[in-house]
């Protein structure tokens, strides 16, 4: 069976984005939402590795290993795992120098015994020496403004001066000019990633815990790899609560607009949890975003292995039309008028058919919803009368054919167009 990582490989070649993305004509993005297009907001390539975010590229999957970055066997191991189903950049954590060296045998260790594949490193708490080391190793650093040079908090404080917001400014440019000269001069990539649960300290008291804060923290770190000429850079604003994510991205994409900007947007609703909830937070946030064109790459954090995050990503990407990584599809609710089990054949024709790619297979109870509904689809199975379904090839009828033959000749003329692909 091919995984999802070799139904992508096996479409990037042909795979296409709408005309629309990043268009400044008014009338081909009115047309394009009028056609149910979704029109992205233009953004800069940015490249991580083999791997491109942003400009017009298509929206990129990432995900986190949970292995300890010490254990290399492990990591190499968590690493390749994500890769291997359709994880396009996998991010590591490095919260010591030990941890920083170690990702160079990683990084030789994948090269070796299966292929380089695109790493970012988390940096937190004042880890410029770390960021500085991991940055020989990787293709993107990634640092938190709330935590990469971490402020005491003052008992008592009631609010910050403009002397003392403007010093602590001045010691974060001098901190991190290092590692935006190092990125800068390799050609690497660095994500400026605002979490709302950690904040620095001087901007809740001059913003408040709220979106603008996220928002601002983020433009204080652009601005001095700016000054730095450094661009390469990848932005998010992750936050818990799925409308303060919202918002926090909504708000950083209108002032990246008003100010010039065009940095790719990182999406993802942090610490969203597990289970069907998990998912359900994840695709609220990532979904609204991506259906607004905001968004150029998405995780999905959940509270489970790392491989259960690729799917969720697919299955958002795909919905929205976004990506085309599986076969999409589309069955009726069931009613009174159902002429075959809907349920149980709809999991027959899904397991016969889920391997393939690019596909839309409609399975229909009834004439009524049939063929209006289904429309769009490229094959149609669809209950003609009691015992008999008939098959279409788009909006065409092609044959009707006994139920309990109906999987077996949906193959059949799938086959007989060339789309097929044994599993």
């Not at 990702?103 to 994948?110: D, M, P, Q, S, V």
């Not at 974060?172 to 400026?192: C, F």
């Not at 968004?295 to 990407?317: N, Q």
């Amino acid at each position: 069976m091919q995984t999802i990582s070799e139904n992508i490989n096996s479409i990037k070649a042909n795979e296409s984005i709408p005309a629309s993305v990043g268009s400044e004509n008014s009338n081909e993005n009115l047309n394009a939402e009028n056609l149910g297009t979704i029109v992205r907001r233009k953004t800069r390539p940015v490249k991580i590795g083999s791997v491109t975010i942003g400009g017009g590229h298509p929206v990129v999957v990432q995900s986190m290993i949970n292995e300890d970055t010490l254990d290399i066997a492990g990591a190499v191991a968590g690493i390749r795992r994500l890769h291997e189903i359709g994880c396009e950049i996998v991010r590591v954590t490095v919260p010591s120098l030990a941890h920083a060296h170690a990702l160079a045998e990683i990084r030789a260790t994948l090269k070796q015994t299966y292929q380089d594949v695109p790493l970012v490193a988390d940096v937190h708490h004042n880890g410029m020496k770390i960021a500085l080391e991991v940055a020989k190793h990787v293709d993107k650093v990634r640092i938190n403004p709330g935590l990469y040079v971490f402020e005491k908090p003052k008992s008592g404080r009631t609010e910050y001066s403009q002397t003392e917001f403007e010093e602590i400014g001045e010691k974060i440019k001098e901190t991190l000019k290092p590692l935006v000269v190092s990125l800068r001069d390799q050609g690497k990539a660095m994500r400026i990633g605002v979490n709302h649960g950690s904040l620095a300290e001087r901007m809740l008291f001059t913003y408040g815990d709220t979106p603008q804060g996220m928002v601002e923290s983020a433009l204080e770190f652009i601005r001095i790899c700016e000054e730095l000429e450094f661009r390469n850079l990848v932005i998010s604003l992750k936050a818990s609560r799925v409308p303060v994510m919202v918002a926090a991205y909504k708000q950083m994409a209108k002032r990246m607009d008003e100010l010039g900007m065009d940095y790719p947007l990182h999406l993802g609703v942090t610490e969203a949890g597990d289970g069907e909830y998990g998912r359900i937070k994840s695709t609220a946030g990532i979904a609204t975003l991506l259906a607004q064109g905001i968004g150029d790459t998405i995780r999905v954090s959940l509270t489970e292995a790392p491989e259960k995050e690729i799917p969720v990503c697919y299955s958002i990407l795909q919905a929205l039309g976004l990506r085309k990584t599986m076969v999409e599809y589309v069955a009726c609710p069931s009613c009174g008028r159902t002429l075959f089990n809907l349920e149980e054949v709809l999991h027959k024709v899904r397991e016969a058919t889920k391997h393939l790619t690019g596909l839309d297979i409609a399975v229909m109870g009834c004439i009524v919803n049939g063929p209006g509904e289904m429309a769009d689809a490229d094959y149609g199975y669809v209950g003609k009368t009691p015992g008999m379904i008939s098959l279409y090839r788009g909006k065409e009828e092609i044959k009707r054919v006994p139920e309990n033959e109906g999987v077996e000749q949906l193959i059949a003329l799938i086959k007989s167009d060339d789309r097929w692909v044994d599993p």
